[in-house]
């Protein structure tokens, strides 16, 4: 039975719960349905917009040492430089994505772009590192306004038979666009300077600003209910405070001052969120009421733990590849793409295996592949087996994350009616963007821990300078070993043979991880199989919202009257089930002179009065 709360009465949310694909067609004062050609466009825009903003959460990280150089900076101001824009884009991400349904999504898509591409543009020149602060803040700004709103588009605008393949396509960029936008930005620098990586997002922008403006439809809902400014405001505040702790706890440390307040603020903040959630209930920013259903739960459990996992093993990869195998940060990032191809190949092909086997069984079948790459990387790695001892795991991970991703993100955006898609792919976002730093934040811990705790017992012998540099890290121990003479080669080898060990001790937790993932998922995974459709006002339950809407408007009781209304509903939809707005006559619920005919006297006489 499902846990979902009843089907909403609110004329605003019942009246925009029908999604914008076939059913639009019916409705005579609904624009046209794209046709397939508008429809590719659309969806290479939002993709395009999308990789803008994706490239930029990663792309600086290339290029820490010559910002630092640059700007005579500190390392804590450098990753200030990198960890606002994530910030910023992480704690507005809902409050503009919901406004977004409300001023239009073309116009929050196009006014996103425009400030997104100026601030890259001003990083780009930036004097200072203040300058640059400021500039990669106003970014993280732009991108909470294109982010949710590129998925929102999709949802709002594909037809149900397409949808599912649109939201594949873009949870692979999403997933796999950090790695190619690492891979370009280790192009620029290596062939022209770090100012130069600001090209790109600015360019990606200029592409979708033109398309957008071309062929994105404008869509907009105008809810009954004022906006949840207070929802909005102690959402942003619970973000802040978890993210920044989250990004400083591994810098300062978790007993620091700073850490712990921030932490303090940020779980407060959000049961505050919780609580006044569940007082406004339908009228809410964000209904915490359909985290009691399968979809919006599983959906949001598994992105939390799947972009967790795959950003803590780009923590891990990243020092193996510089430090243990001494490549260049291009062959670095060039030795990740097979992975991002490979999510993104299955990314796409997740809805079809979807629609054959279910949402759940594909979502655990991702998770257990994901899970047997971790475990494969953990149990073979060496430092003399190099790439070939954990290139099998990385392909097997990539397929999985890829196999999962699709499910979930269709999970959450199914789980909440359409007039609130910006606010369910801003929720997709927000667990992503806070999977990935739960992920960076403990893996990276379980590394260092299990680094420190192997190198110390093989440091025998070494001098004490260099032996204090080496506890630092691996790439520290590298460097060192310049100045620890005759045993500089045995630092080296001391070092990368610990930092294997920690990389072990890293992926058999991550293994350990999507184990209880794998079996969260056939428990409590998504109804198979995936919804079609794009909230029908109850996640999980659209036949019985489309009865009890039919029963609202027309006055016919429970049984064989409604039943036909209800199907005459859903086929006129296009088999996608809606729920109208009380008191309103919504074309896929209208009934024909011979529907009423077949109804009881007394049912035809209470949908006529």
């Not at 893996?443 to 192997?454: C, N, V």
């Not at 630092?472 to 043979?497: F, T, Y």
């Not at 529907?595 to 006489?605: I, L, N, V, W, Y």
Request: charged residues 15%; glycine residues 12%.
């Amino acid at each position: 039975m499902s846990t979902n709360p009843p089907p909403r009465q609110s004329a605003g949310e019942d009246t925009a719960a029908t999604p914008t694909g076939s059913d639009e067609a019916a409705a005579p004062d609904s624009p046209p349905v794209p046709d397939a050609r508008q429809l590719r466009t659309i969806l290479i825009a939002v993709c395009v917009a999308l990789m803008a903003v994706i490239s930029s959460v990663s792309g600086l990280n290339v290029a820490q040492p010559d910002m630092a150089v640059a700007f005579d900076a500190s390392q804590s101001t450098v990753l200030w430089i990198i960890n606002v824009y994530a910030l910023a884009l992480a704690a507005l991400l809902l409050p503009l994505g919901a406004l977004g349904d409300r001023l239009g999504r073309k116009s929050t898509l196009v006014g996103g772009l425009v400030v997104f591409g100026a601030a890259s543009a001003l990083a780009g020149l930036a004097p200072s590192a203040e300058v640059m602060v400021v500039a990669r803040l106003v970014s993280g700004v732009g991108a909470a306004m294109i982010m949710p709103v590129t998925l929102a588009v999709i949802t709002s605008t594909f037809p149900a038979a397409e949808r599912g393949r649109a939201i594949g396509v873009w949870t692979g960029v999403a997933g796999g666009g950090g790695v190619l936008g690492m891979f370009l930005s280790a192009a620029l620098v290596d062939v022209a300077t770090w100012r130069w990586l600001f090209v790109l997002p600015v360019a990606l922008v200029l592409v979708a600003l033109v398309m957008a403006l071309r062929s994105v439809p404008d869509s907009r809902d105008s809810p009954g209910s004022s906006f949840d400014t207070i929802g909005a405001l102690t959402s942003f505040v619970g973000v802040v405070g978890l993210i920044f702790a989250l990004q400083e706890g591994p810098e300062r440390g978790w007993t620091a001052p700073a850490t712990l307040t921030a932490l303090a603020v940020g779980v407060l903040a959000a049961v505050c969120f919780v609580a006044w959630e569940l007082r406004r209930g339908d009228t809410a920013l964000l209904d915490v009421r359909l985290f009691g259903g399968r979809g919006l739960a599983g959906g949001s459990v598994t992105l939390l733990v799947v972009f967790g996992v795959q950003a803590g093993v780009f923590v891990v990869l990243f020092p193996f590849f510089q430090a243990v195998l001494g490549w260049s940060g291009l062959l670095s990032t060039l030795a990740l793409m097979p992975t991002a191809v490979l999510m993104m190949a299955a990314s796409g092909l997740a809805p079809k295996l979807s629609a054959r086997v279910g949402a759940r069984a594909t979502m655990a079948t991702g998770v257990l592949l994901a899970g047997t790459g971790l475990a494969l990387m953990a149990g073979i790695v060496s430092v003399d087996g190099g790439y070939v001892s954990v290139l099998p795991g990385m392909l097997a991970m990539g397929l999985g994350m890829g196999l999962s991703m699709t499910p979930s993100t269709e999970a959450i955006t199914g789980a909440l009616p359409r007039e609130r898609q910006g606010v369910a792919s801003a929720l997709n976002d927000v667990t992503r963007e806070f999977g990935t730093a739960l992920g960076v934040a403990l893996l990276g811990a379980l590394l260092s821990a299990g680094y420190r705790g192997a190198v110390d017992d093989r440091l025998a012998g070494i001098p004490v300078d260099s032996a204090d540099a080496a506890r630092e890290g691996v790439a520290n121990a590298v460097e060192a070993a310049n100045g620890a003479g005759s045993r500089g080669p045995e630092l080296v080898d001391a070092a990368r043979q610990s930092f294997v060990d920690g990389w072990q001790q890293a992926m058999w937790a991550g293994v350990a991880v999507m184990g209880a993932l794998f079996l969260y998922v056939l428990l409590r995974g998504p109804d198979s199989p995936a919804p079609e459709t794009v909230g029908s006002g109850t996640a999980g339950e659209p036949e019985t919202a489309v009865r009890e809407s039919v029963q609202r408007q027309t006055g016919v009781p429970e049984g064989p009257a409604t039943d036909k209304l209800a199907q005459t509903a859903r086929t006129r939809n296009g088999g996608v089930p809606s729920t109208p707005a009380d008191g309103e006559q919504h074309d896929g619920v209208r009934e024909s002179d011979e529907q009423r005919d077949d109804a009881p006297e007394s049912a035809r006489t209470t949908a006529t009065s």
